[in-house]
């Protein structure tokens, strides 16, 4: 999954660390590895600046195959 938030024309995507990257264009989103098949979660060594984010999450099967097109919400925290 890539948790990202606008930075004007680029996007801020969500470290391992729980930080916010540097800015980079969004259609190359930065993934990390969620916990989890049927449910799956994230856990962050800190809380999130309240903004709107957009998080992309994606599927891989058993065989290493990933899902083409990823899912995508926007939440406001």
Do not use: E
Request: hydrophobic share 35%.
């Amino acid at each position: 999954m890539a948790i990202s938030r606008k930075a004007g024309k680029k996007c801020r995507f969500v470290a391992s660390s729980g930080k916010l990257g540097s800015a980079r264009k969004c259609s190359k989103p930065s993934f990390l590895r969620a916990k989890g098949r049927t449910t799956w979660s994230l856990s962050l060594n800190r809380k999130l600046p309240h903004a709107k984010y957009t998080i992309l999450a994606r599927a891989r099967d058993a065989a290493g195959n990933l899902q083409a097109t990823p899912v995508k919400r926007t939440v406001r925290l």
